[in-house]
C-alpha cells in the first residue's frame, strides 16, 4: 500500500491533480456553510427534525439545507437533468444518433444537459422555498415576491457553481465530480454521527455499539461484493487465430448494471407526494383531510419501508431493461463472427442473454433494495434513532471510492508504460 502511495506522490501531474480535486472540495463545503441572510435557522432544523423525509435529505445533502446556504439544493436539478437525458437517449432517434457520434455527440448531449439543469434548478428551488414558507415555524417570516425571486436566482446560481465545481474535477481523471461532490457531502456528515453516538452512548448499550459496527462492516464487505461482480459469459469467434485456434473472449454481465440510479428513482417518487401534500395542508375541507393523511401515511415505518423497498427493486429492474439490450449485442456478435459457445447467434443468442440478465439482475435488485431500507432495519434491530447506518450513502461513498482507486491506477499504469 505505502509503495503505491510513493509512486502517486512520485508522479507529479497525478499528484497536482490530487491537489486540485481536494482543493475544490473543500471550496465546496466552505460555500456550504454560506447561510442566505432572512432565515430563522433554529425554526428550519425544527422543521427538518420533524419532517423524516427532509431530514434525510439534508443528511444526504451534507447539511446544506439546515444550513440553508446558496447551494442547499447541491447538484440535484444536474443529476435529474442527466438522468432525463439518458433516457430519452434511449428513446428519441436524434438523441440516439447523437450519442453514436463518439466525443464530439457526447459534448453536445452534455451541452444540453447543462442548458437544462438551469430551468429545473429554478423549479426545485421555487418548491423548496414555498414549501418552507408555508411551514408553521415562521422560517422566513414575511417572504416577499421579490425575496422570493431573489432567493431562487441565488440558489439556481449555487447549483451551476456546484455544475461547474464537478466538471473542473471530472477533467483532472482522477473520479466523477458530480460524485465526489455527493461522496464529500455524506463523508462531511460523519463528524456528526459520530457526535451523536458519543452523546448518547450508555455502558449497557455496549453491545448494541458493536453489532452496530460489525453490521457495518460487512455492509461495506457486501456493498464491494456486489459492486464489482458480474458473470462472464465465454465468447468464441469464427476466424482463426494463432495456431488454427478460433479467438475467445467474454462478455461480462454486472450483477449491479444499474448502480444507485434505481434508489434515486425511488427516493424521487417517495418525495413527491408527501411535498404536494404539504402545500394543502392548511386547507379545509376533504383536500386538507387528503394531505394530512398523505403525510401521515409517508411517516408510517411500514409503509414507507414497503414502498421504498418495492419501488428499488422495481425500477432497478426498469433501469436495467434501458441501458442493456440483448438485441444489439446479439447482431452486433453475428456482425462480428462471434457465438456463444452452445447457443445459435441470432435470437437464440438474445434471449439466452436475455435469460442470464434476468436472474442476475434479481440479485441486485434484492441488494439495492436491503441497501435502501437498511436504516429502517437498523432501527428496529438497535431501536435507536443514532445508530443508523446509511446503507445508500455507504453504497455512494464505496462505489466512489473503487472508481477513483481504478482511475489513479490506470493514471500510474500509463505514467509506469510512459516510462518504458
Same mark, same amino acid.
Given at each position: 500500500?505505502?509503495?503505491?502511495? $510513493?509512486?502517486?506522490?512520485?508522479? $507529479?501531474?497525478?499528484?497536482?491533480?490530487?491537489?486540485?480535486?481536494? *482543493?475544490?472540495?473543500?471550496?465546496?463545503?466552505?460555500?456550504?456553510?454560506?447561510?442566505?441572510? *432572512?432565515?430563522?435557522?433554529?425554526?428550519?432544523?425544527?422543521?427538518?427534525?420533524?419532517?423524516?423525509?427532509?431530514?434525510?435529505?439534508?443528511?444526504?445533502? /451534507?447539511?446544506?439545507?439546515?444550513?440553508?446556504?446558496?447551494?442547499?439544493? /447541491?447538484?440535484?436539478?444536474?443529476?435529474?437533468?442527466?438522468?432525463?437525458?439518458?433516457?430519452?437517449?434511449?428513446?428519441?432517434?436524434?438523441?440516439?444518433?447523437?450519442?453514436?457520434? /463518439?466525443?464530439?455527440?457526447?459534448? $453536445?448531449?452534455?451541452?444540453?444537459?447543462?442548458?437544462?439543469?438551469?430551468?429545473?434548478?429554478?423549479?426545485?428551488?421555487? *418548491?423548496?422555498?414555498?414549501?418552507?414558507?408555508?411551514?408553521?415555524?415562521?422560517?422566513? *417570516?414575511?417572504?416577499?415576491?421579490?425575496?422570493?425571486?431573489?432567493?431562487?436566482?441565488?440558489?439556481?446560481?449555487?447549483?451551476?457553481?456546484?455544475?461547474?465545481?464537478?466538471?473542473?474535477?471530472?477533467? $483532472?481523471?482522477?473520479?466523477? /465530480?458530480?460524485?465526489?461532490?455527493?461522496?464529500?457531502?455524506?463523508?462531511?456528515s460523519l463528524p456528526t454521527v459520530v457526535r451523536n453516538a458519543a452523546v448518547n452512548y450508555n455502558p449497557s448499550d455496549l453491545s448494541t455499539y458493536l453489532l452496530f459496527v460489525a453490521i457495518a462492516i460487512a455492509t461495506v464487505v457486501g456493498i464491494v461484493i456486489i459492486n464489482e461482480g458480474q458473470r462472464n459469459i465465454p465468447i468464441s469467434y469464427a476466424r482463426q487465430g494463432r495456431g488454427g485456434q478460433g479467438a475467445k473472449s467474454h462478455l461480462p454481465l454486472r450483477v449491479n448494471m444499474a448502480g444507485v440510479i434505481p434508489i434515486i428513482f425511488a427516493i424521487s417518487i417517495i418525495l413527491f407526494p408527501p411535498m404536494i401534500a404539504q402545500f394543502f395542508v392548511g386547507n379545509e375541507g376533504f383536500l386538507g383531510r387528503a394531505a394530512i393523511g398523505t403525510i401521515n401515511l409517508f411517516q408510517n415505518q411500514l409503509f414507507y419501508g414497503v414502498m421504498y423497498f418495492t419501488l428499488v427493486f422495481g425500477f432497478t429492474y426498469f433501469y436495467t431493461a434501458v441501458i442493456f439490450n440483448p438485441e444489439k449485442i446479439a447482431e452486433n456478435l453475428q456482425r462480428q463472427g462471434g457465438f456463444i459457445p452452445g447457443i445459435r447467434p441470432g435470437k437464440q443468442t438474445e434471449e439466452y442473454l436475455q435469460q442470464t440478465m434476468t436472474r442476475i439482475v434479481f440479485i441486485g435488485a434484492l441488494f439495492l433494495g436491503a441497501v435502501a431500507v437498511l436504516p429502517l432495519l437498523m432501527q428496529l434491530v438497535t431501536n435507536s434513532q443514532a445508530l443508523v447506518i446509511g446503507g445508500t450513502s455507504l453504497l455512494i461513498v464505496v462505489s466512489v471510492a473503487i472508481d477513483s482507486a481504478k482511475q489513479i491506477d490506470a493514471q500510474v499504469t500509463v505514467h509506469e508504460y510512459d516510462k518504458i
Open positions: 500500500m505505502w509503495e503505491k502511495v $510513493k509512486k502517486i506522490w512520485g508522479i $507529479k501531474s497525478l499528484r497536482n491533480s490530487i491537489f486540485f480535486v481536494l *482543493g475544490m472540495l473543500v471550496i465546496f463545503r466552505l460555500v456550504a456553510h454560506i447561510p442566505m441572510p *432572512g432565515v430563522d435557522r433554529e425554526a428550519l432544523s425544527s422543521f427538518l427534525a420533524g419532517n423524516q423525509i427532509l431530514g434525510l435529505l439534508n443528511v444526504f445533502s /451534507g447539511g446544506t439545507i439546515e444550513n440553508f446556504s446558496l447551494v442547499m439544493l /447541491g447538484i440535484a436539478p444536474y443529476i435529474t437533468s442527466s438522468i432525463i437525458f439518458q433516457l430519452l437517449t434511449m428513446v428519441v432517434p436524434k438523441l440516439e444518433e447523437m450519442s453514436k457520434e /463518439g466525443e464530439s455527440g457526447q459534448q $453536445k448531449i452534455n451541452m444540453y444537459t447543462r442548458i437544462a439543469t438551469v430551468p429545473l434548478a429554478f423549479l426545485q428551488a421555487y *418548491g423548496f422555498l414555498k414549501l418552507l414558507s408555508n411551514s408553521q415555524q415562521g422560517i422566513f *417570516g414575511d417572504l416577499t415576491s421579490i425575496r422570493l425571486v431573489t432567493m431562487m436566482l441565488f440558489v439556481t446560481a449555487g447549483t451551476i457553481f456546484l455544475m461547474w465545481i464537478g466538471e473542473l474535477i471530472t477533467e $483532472k481523471k482522477i473520479g466523477n /465530480g458530480i460524485s465526489l461532490l455527493i461522496f464529500s457531502s455524506i463523508v462531511a
